[in-house]
């Protein structure tokens, strides 16, 4: 009997049916599943990690102190921080550059996780696709920019957040600017 | 005539005696320095010293005689005795009184002192508000040094006594020996690190002697009437003498009150300070300074000498006891003491530096009916950590308010964290303690 | 150092046995063991004070915890760092100390190298139970070089000690109490101190940050280098940080280097130097009279073929050069060679000439040997120090750190022959320190040392075993000290005879006793006998030759010593040897196989002379720049137009090379490779930090090239070949150690001197005639500033924030008398010329002296004539008799 059985699986192929099963079985009631991008587009999930963006607190200010945490933590060494004193506000630190060479992103979100101030944000943009790659390196205009259009909602300034972290980023009145 | 015979006060008691150097000599003063200078040899002064079992009235109550055996034996350079006078222990106002008032006593017991230890020099450290004080026993300084008390030559027997009234700057923490010491050489008073102890590197790094005013002032007796004398009063073996304690609070009348050691606190507070104010009941009181645990009126028949007190959770230290009737806010009671405290750390050492300011911020939390149940069990383990973990004392005595007002009168505390937590809306706790 | 058995006591610790002397610390001896106790208030450099309570250990026997930095060891002792009850104690006292420090890490300099951040990394939990509100200090500006955060503060006190102990500055001080405690300077205006930079580099935290620096950078971007600073003779090791090939900080780790991790202002805060945009980037070539850019080939090929022409016509005599002693040993050795093969001449000098060269002169003379018979430890542990003329503290600030040590620490008897008096002020003075102090002109010195020498005399202190080696020696100095009368001696100092005999005394009855002299005495006339006469002080104690004993002259320039050492003074072959000492002659050939050049050498001021003189035809300055240092009138710059061909090869675009017709762009020391010899003799390693700025190359590297165009080829592969090369040479440049041996007096030398070599000039060496002042005029000195060293560090940003322009320093007695008050404008006069400055009133400086930094003495020089010293060649121009007038 089960020789007899092994037979008839041998003659009707029966190892490739059940393989191709899942085929055969789209064969019949067929129904596309790819999408027509970019006529049509995918509901992103909820966290998706997309560019990257610099944000800014309700009343405009960068939220970037630029301590270069997101440097550091930075697998593929993306982006390069240059920090100063802010002009005119002596001792308060800032960016002074920022930049992000988005060519070799991996968008881990590591540096977001160790912005301590949430100056980074993931956004949901993703069509980046450009000519001269030279265009992925972005400053932090940009970068900004592109936090501007997808954060619409901002948050208040730390030292109003939490009175312990008043005198977290301050300037102060009273002292000479440092000279660069 | 009082109950108990007063041994320091009693001159001052006598109508018209006004502390100088007339009337005390008249009181038989000086009369001890006379017996020992020159006659008894200095080894046998403190052996008379050990004998009469007197222990420090500064605090810690260390026998006087085995402190002073501690500087080294063959050494023969300077050596200081330093009077600690600083009296700054909330509730506590002896030592003053008895500088106020027969100040040559205090004198009389220096000189004994210096020559028992054979120091040339002694520095009275006086607190910087005791104008009063630093007068009064300057004056009687330059009294005694014409007279031939003090100074060079002292009585004629070649021995020389110098003593200095310094007036400290107004820092409780100066009251600690080391801190004083500091503080005298000219520097900010901060305690030093301890080994070396004063006897082998004190003042200027020479073995000094630091007493407490009310010590040395029972110098003169202890020679005047013998040791086994002052050995017989009081609860001896370990706790001889009279002490004067100042009862301060809800009583009927606050005071100076010289009594044997070993009376019970009822007596002194029912008996000789007149018992409470309005006659209300009685609701705690601190046995010996505002650095000494509360007790209860449970313990109020504990014998006040350093072992009972001492097993009873407390600490006799320097006398002063303040009584506080029913109704009153223990909670406050612990935040009032620990506002003190936190105002007086000297800032050194980081437990009790930060430690004590984090204590009052959350006791004034907790009476302002913001506080957390967790905030307890946080102030216990914060006192626990400050404890022992300091340079000097100051750290186990600021915790004492906070772990026994905990121990006794918790419920107190929970009522208004409870009233807290009923009030509190949908704040956050952080955001009610920023206004 | 000496050498005293020490006890030890057995301990152990975390279940390590170990065995450590008497006295060791706990915390100390952990660390033998590889167990690293938490510490903040803790340093090897200071007292213990057990403050931050952080390094509490378990001790068996005893019931409390221990702090680990203020226990001593003790036989027996059972240690346990790493228990649960310990670390709790660790857990609490972190929760303290977190309670109030704010929570700035991101834009705290410290991040990343902070001790506060490593322990809560090891011991916190991430969440703190306070929740309060923190205490926030009100913002106080400190200085434009020192930024104070006091919110991040954790009270250790460990700037304030390092100040008050290390330094002896007492500059800052603990304000208020409590949780407020405060770290303040005094008084209402900026800190105002020597700016060490200590109080940066001590602080755990980021409280006290460098202002230079300030977020340029975060710790794990820098790169590290260790080399050395070049603006004093003490040589201290440094590490320069650096991020993209800029400077950003400097720092001295501990136990590093001769310094120990001390720095002063201008090694802490100078390095902007060598990266001003000012600096040559580009050779530069004269054409059509005005100097442009080329490129190397053109420049050093048209320097090569002009040398060649020049050999031709006038031959290798014509020739002459001078080096800085700024340059490593290998561009000094090289560049010797160069002049004496490529060239062929022996006409070559370096700036050792200004002053160096009298202390070697001295030492070899008596000694036979050229270097210092001590080390900095030897001062440290001496018992007796005798410092003349060094203005220590501003000229070689870190050998005045271990004589502060050795007062300071071990008690050691201090006399002072200085021109500043003892006052209490923002900048430490030795003065303040020494038992017995001399307040002396310049010209004092020599009064003072033969009043010390005829106490010693006098008193009966003399050497016994000299008596019977050397008695004509000591009977002539007898006969020369007893011509001299106490009241010659007292009006010619001002000192009194009892104070001179009490401080011989205090020097004499010693066992270890180090005379320290510095610029004062080597750049004075009379200089090389002076040292000559300190010598004989040494000698009559019985001090000279003495293991920890001897006369130790202090290097101005980094590379003084090793200037001297590699032949690149024009009496000296590379040993250093006479430059006609035939076996030393025959031993260089050989090496170099090829013959020496014969003929003279000539010294600084001969080759300006030669030039004036129109016989020079081809000058080659290497970092050296006569018309900008010397003064006006040693007539540099019209020497030097007379030059035919004059090739500078500098950093900046100096005076002189803006006369120069060919100039090169060299590297800076923080660009090359190297060794610097530094004032103790003690050879340290110099290493590049940032790649050279624009086109410059480092010296040696040209001098190959050149040679190499000449048609000598000079070649060597890197640094380290010439070193191989040096080392055949000179002594003492084997494998730099830790410490350096000092070097042993040569008996035979000694003996040559007490025999017969003191006769040739002792009359005059203990001859004192009164010198010639006319009324009315004070003594211009003008000299070194702790913030400053020669012209090259007024191109550090940093400094220039300390002192941006030169003032004249005046006694408060003088300034009253002449009616002048602090930042008036007056005016000195002499007969050669006048310049316009601004008042500075000083109760440092004595009645009858005034004091002027040398950095800044553009105009002030025109008031210094030059003499110069007929044994030595060297040129004396420090001071002048002026007439100060307040400006109208």
């Known amino acids: 009997m089960t020789k007899f059985t092994a037979w008839i699986k041998t003659i009707i192929f029966y190892e490739i049916l059940v393989g191709m099963k899942a085929t055969l079985s789209h064969l019949l009631h067929y129904k596309p599943i790819t999408l027509q991008y970019p006529h049509e587009k995918r509901t992103l999930p909820d966290s998706y990690r997309g560019m990257l963006a610099l944000l800014r607190y309700d009343d405009g200010t960068e939220k970037c102190v630029g301590c270069d945490l997101c440097e550091a933590a930075c697998p ?49 943009e993703f069509e980046w696709a450009v000519y001269d790659k030279r265009q992925l390196r972005l400053n932090k205009e940009q970068l900004l920019a592109i936090g501007d259009r997808s954060y619409p909602v901002r948050e208040k300034r730390l030292e109003f957040q939490h009175p312990n972290v008043a005198f977290f980023n301050v300037a102060f009145k009273g002292l000479p600017e440092k000279e660069s | 005539m009082p109950k108990h015979e007063p041994v320091l006060l009693k001159n001052m008691l006598q109508p018209g005696y006004t502390g100088s150097l007339a009337d005390y000599e008249r009181a038989g003063g000086y009369q001890a320095l006379k017996k020992v200078v020159g006659k008894v040899a200095p080894a046998d002064v403190t052996a008379m010293v050990i004998k009469s079992g007197l222990r420090g009235r500064g605090g810690a109550g260390f026998p006087t005689g085995v402190k ?86 002292v009585l004629g027997t070649g021995v020389n006594v110098d003593i200095w009234v310094h007036r400290g700057a107004g820092a409780y923490i100066c009251g600690e020996e080391t801190a004083l010491l500091e503080s005298l050489e000219g520097k900010r008073g901060l305690p030093r690190v301890k080994p070396p102890f004063p006897a082998t590197s004190g003042l200027y790094g020479k073995p000094t002697v630091i007493n407490n005013v009310e010590t040395l002032a029972n110098l003169p007796h202890i020679v005047n009437r013998g040791p086994e004398w002052f050995a017989s009063i009081g609860s001896p073996p370990k706790s001889a003498g009279t002490r004067i304690f100042c009862v301060s609070g809800h009583v009927k009348r606050p005071g100076n009150y010289e009594v044997p050691m070993g009376i019970t606190c ?13 006659d209300k009941p009685l609701k705690a009181f601190i046995p010996g300074g505002a650095s000494a645990p509360f007790l209860t009126p449970d313990h109020l028949d504990v014998k006040l000498d350093f072992e009972s007190v001492a097993q009873a959770g407390s600490m006799l230290g320097s006398g002063g006891v303040t009584v506080m009737e029913e109704g009153t806010d223990m909670v406050w009671a612990a935040l009032r003491l620990m506002e003190f405290f936190h105002h007086e750390s000297c800032g050194k050492c980081s437990p009790c530096r930060e430690g004590s300011s984090w204590l009052v911020q959350t006791l004034r939390r907790i009476l302002a009916k913001r506080g957390r149940m967790e905030d307890l069990e946080t102030l216990v383990q914060l006192c626990n950590n400050i404890a022992g973990r300091t340079v000097c004392a100051f750290g186990d005595a600021e915790v004492a308010p906070i772990l026994s007002t905990l121990k006794y009168w918790r419920p107190e505390y929970e009522a208004l964290i409870r009233e807290a937590e009923a009030h509190r809306a949908h704040e956050l706790p952080m955001a009610a303690a920023r206004h | 150092m000496p050498n005293v058995a020490v006890e030890t006591v057995k301990l152990t610790i975390d279940g390590q046995s170990l065995t450590v002397p008497k006295g060791t610390l706990v915390i100390e001896a952990a660390r033998q063991v590889g167990v690293m106790v938490p510490h903040f208030c803790y340093h090897p450099k200071l007292k213990p004070d057990a403050n931050c309570r952080m390094c509490l250990v378990e001790i068996e026997k005893i019931p409390k915890l221990q702090t680990a930095c203020s226990t001593p060891v003790a036989e027996g002792m059972v240690v346990r760092t790493a228990t649960t009850v310990v670390n709790e104690a660790h857990k609490s006292v972190l929760e303290f100390i977190l309670a109030n420090h704010p929570l700035d890490c991101p834009v705290c300099d410290q991040g990343g190298r902070c001790d506060l951040q490593d322990f809560s990394h090891e011991y916190t939990p991430t969440t703190s139970r306070f929740i309060e509100v923190k205490r926030v ?40 109490r409590g949780t407020m405690t405060e770290i303040k300077h005094f008084g209402t205006h900026e800190l105002d101190c020597e700016f060490c930079g200590g109080c940066i580099q001590i602080c755990p935290v980021g409280a006290i ?89 053109e420049a050093l090929e048209y320097v090569a073929e002009t040398f060649a022409q020049l050999k031709l016509k006038h031959g290798a005599q014509v020739f002459a050069g001078v080096i800085t002693a700024r340059c490593t040993n290998e561009d000094l050795y090289l560049f010797q060679k160069f002049m004496r093969l490529a060239v062929g001449t022996n006409k070559l000098d370096s700036s050792a000439r200004y002053g160096q060269v009298n202390a070697v002169r001295a030492l070899c003379r008596i000694q036979g040997t050229h270097r210092w018979p001590v080390t900095f430890e030897d001062i440290a542990a001496a018992e007796a120090l005798l410092l003349v003329g060094t203005n220590i503290t501003e000229a070689n600030p870190i050998t005045g750190l271990r004589v502060k040590e050795a007062v300071k620490k071990h008690g050691a008897t201090l006399l002072t022959v200085e021109s500043l008096q003892p006052t209490v002020g923002t900048i430490s003075n030795i003065a303040n320190l020494a038992a017995h102090h001399f307040t002396a002109h310049p010209d004092q010195y020599k009064p003072v040392v033969l009043g010390l020498i005829k106490a010693v005399i006098e008193e009966g202190l003399a050497d016994q075993p000299l008596s019977q080696k050397a008695p004509a020696y000591l009977q002539a ?55 000559a006469t300190l010598q004989d002080l040494l000698l009559l104690t019985g001090h000279h030759g003495r293991p920890g004993c001897g006369l130790a002259p202090l290097a101005e320039q980094n590379n003084d010593q090793g200037a001297v050492e590699m032949g690149t003074v024009t009496e000296c072959l590379p040993g250093p040897c006479d430059l006609d000492d035939q076996e030393a002659r025959a031993r260089v050939s050989a090496l170099w196989q090829e013959d020496l050049p014969q003929g003279p050498g000539l010294t600084i001021p001969e080759i300006l002379e030669e030039a004036r003189g129109k016989t020079l035809k081809a000058l080659y300055l290497v970092g050296e720049d006569p018309v900008g240092s010397l003064p006006e009138s040693a007539r540099a710059k019209e020497a030097l137009e007379g030059v035919e061909f004059l090739v500078c090869q500098e950093l900046f675009l100096t005076e002189t090379a803006q006369m120069a017709h060919v100039v090169l762009p060299a590297c800076s020391y923080a660009e090359k490779d190297g060794t610097f010899t530094n004032t103790e003799g003690h050879v340290q390693q110099v290493r590049h930090a940032i790649e050279p700025v624009g086109e410059s190359r480092p010296d040696w590297e040209i001098f190959s090239d050149l040679a190499g165009l000449m048609g000598y080829p000079l070649e060597y592969g890197d640094a380290k070949d010439l070193l191989k090369e040096i080392r055949a040479l000179v002594p003492g440049y084997n494998l730099p150690g830790p410490t350096p041996k000092p070097s042993r007096p040569d008996h035979t030398a000694v003996d040559r001197y007490l025999q017969q ?11 004192y005639t009164p010198p010639v002042k006319a009324a009315g005029r004070l003594t211009l000195l003008v000299d070194q500033s702790l913030f400053h060293s020669g012209k090259f560090s007024t191109k550090a940003k940093g400094l220039l924030h ?37 008042a500075k009133v000083w109760d440092r400086i004595p009645a009858g002296l005034c004091r002027f930094p040398e950095h800044f003495d553009q105009e002030a020089r025109r008031l210094l004539s030059v003499s110069i010293d007929v044994a030595t060649g060297v040129p004396y121009y420090r001071s002048a008799q002026v007439k100060v007038e307040k400006a109208q």
């Open chain 2, 68 to 153: 002073w055996n501690f500087l080294p034996k063959d050494y023969k350079g300077t050596k200081y005795l330093c009077c600690n006078a600083d009296e700054s222990e909330p509730g506590t106002f002896k030592d003053r009184q008895l500088m106020e008032r027969d100040p040559h006593q205090v004198l009389e017991g220096i000189a004994i002192a210096c020559y028992a230890i054979g120091a040339e020099t002694a520095y009275i450290y006086i607190r910087g508000e005791f104008v009063l004080g630093s007068k009064i026993l300057d004056q009687a300084v330059t009294e005694a040094r014409a007279a031939g008390y003090l100074g060079k030559n």
């Open chain 3, 137 to 176: 200090f009100q913002k106080e500006y400190f200085s434009p070089l020192i930024e104070k955060q006091m919110n991040r503060c954790v009270q250790c006190l460990r700037c304030v000690r390092y100040c008050d102990e290390v330094m002896d500055v007492k500059a800052l001080a603990p304000v208020n």
């Open chain 3, 757 to 767: 070599g003191y006769a040739e000039d002792l009359g005059e060496r203990y001859r």
């Open chain 1, 76 to 124: 593929s060494r993306v982006i390069k921080v240059f920090s100063a004193e802010v002009p005119g506000e002596p001792t308060k630190r800032y960016a002074k550059e920022y930049y992000m060479d988005m060519t070799r992103c991996l968008f881990c979100g590591l540096c977001v996780d160790a912005c301590p101030v949430d100056a980074l944000g993931m956004t949901r």
């Open chain 3, 209 to 297: 940050t460098s202002r230079l620096s300030m977020y340029e950078f975060r710790p794990w971007m820098l790169k590290r280098a260790d080399t050395v600073c070049t603006y004093c003779g003490d040589g201290c090791q440094i590490t320069l940080q650096t991020k993209d090939n800029q400077l950003i900080e400097v720092n001295s780790s501990l136990g590093a280097g001769r310094n120990n991790g001390d720095l002063c202002a201008r090694g802490y805060f100078g390095y902007h130097a060598t990266t001003h945009p000012d600096r040559l980037t580009t050779p530069l070539v004269r054409r059509d009279g005005r100097l442009v850019p080329a490129t190397w080939d």
């Open chain 3, 802 to 838: 300390l002192q941006a322009e030169g003032a004249v320093s005046l006694n408060p007695a003088d300034a009253a008398r002449l009616g002048i008050v602090e930042g008036d404008r007056v005016l000195l006069s002499n007969e050669l010329g006048h310049c316009r400055t601004t």
């Open chain 3, 477 to 531: 100095i007898r006969d020369a000290v007893h011509a001299l009368s106490w009241p010659t001696i007292e009006a010619a100092t001002g000192s009194s005879a009892a104070s001179f005999k009490e401080a011989a005394r205090a020097f004499a009855r010693t066992a270890r006793a180090v005379i320290i002299v510095g610029a004062g005495v080597l750049r004075e006339p009379g200089a090389s006998g002076l040292a």
């Open chain 2, 266 to 278: 009822r007596e002194l507070i029912f008996e000789q300070a007149g018992g409470m104010r309005g």
